[in-house]
């Protein structure tokens, strides 16, 4: 998905896909089968207004991908990763619901910031930090709530991803296992899986006001790892010339 990669732009114009690779998507997607799972290195849900790296930095593209998985009526799911965190999010398609299950990484995650080496160990525990606080404050819409608890379903730590299709009782479960197990689960009907028409994010359009919050909580935690960066890699380079 990088190689005919468009540069990002401000316009959001371009393509992480070349003709050819479109061609046997569409293709591909046509093929007879119990269930599809789409492997895709980025994810395709998002709601980080455009932030990373993701399908969403390129509108008419996420737009071209959703429409082809709409062309199928074999049901499906899109596993993906490259965030160093775990998450299940979905959209509701028209009568359909389109899974989207983020599993990343087995060897790096944000919460492991603090074993950087040399300088950058330094500020891992910020880093840490503000991911946690974004993933509780900020409005990531596909983002999928736990149905006993309430809670969003994202983990931080290191990872792996698990899909489990129960073709007696027509179901899928996403699974996500940490070091100490499970972390993150969420069953879905199997035939309802998949894109029926338009998508909208999982969790509904939430309030102006959320988003407001969201890119200045954003732009707070921007400035100050900018603050905290040179400061620890000065701190650091203080230490080493006064110890000789």
């Known amino acids: 998905m990088r190689f005919f990669r468009t540069p990002y732009n401000s316009a ?26 789409v492997v895709s290195s980025l994810q395709l849900l998002e709601g980080r207004g455009g932030a ?27 596993i993906s990763g490259d965030v160093h965190m775990a998450e299940i999010s979905a959209a509701r398609c028209g009568a359909k619901t389109l899974v989207d299950v983020t599993s990343s990484g087995m060897t790096h995650s944000w919460a492991r910031q603090h074993i950087l080496s040399g300088p950058r160990r330094h500020v891992g525990p ?9 993933q509780a404050l900020l409005p990531h819409e596909y983002q999928v709530l736990d149905e006993a608890t309430g809670a969003r379903l994202n983990f931080l730590d290191l990872n792996f991803g698990e899909l489990e299709f129960d073709f007696e009782t027509r179901t899928l ?5 940490g ?8 069953s879905f009907p199997l035939d309802a899986l998949g894109v029926a ?36 890699v000065a701190a650091v380079l203080w230490r080493a010339y006064t110890s000789f």
């Open 12 to 37: 959001g114009e371009g393509d992480f896909l070349g003709p050819d690779q479109w061609a046997w998507f569409v293709e591909e997607l046509q093929t007879p089968a119990d269930a599809i799972v």
């Open 52 to 78: 990373g790296e993701n399908w969403g930095r390129f509108p008419a593209a996420q737009r071209r991908f959703l429409d082809a998985l709409a062309r199928t009526e074999t049901p499906l799911v899109v």
């Open 126 to 134: 910020l880093m840490t930090a503000a991911m946690r606080l974004a």
């Open 173 to 177: 479960t996403a699974r996500v296992f």
């Open 179 to 186: 070091e100490d197990g499970p972390a993150l689960e969420r």
């Open 197 to 232: 028409g338009a998508c909208i994010s999982w969790n509904g359009r939430l309030p102006g006001w959320r988003h407001a919050v969201a890119k200045a909580l954003l732009l707070a935690s921007v400035l100050a790892m900018l603050f905290f960066v040179p400061a620890s």
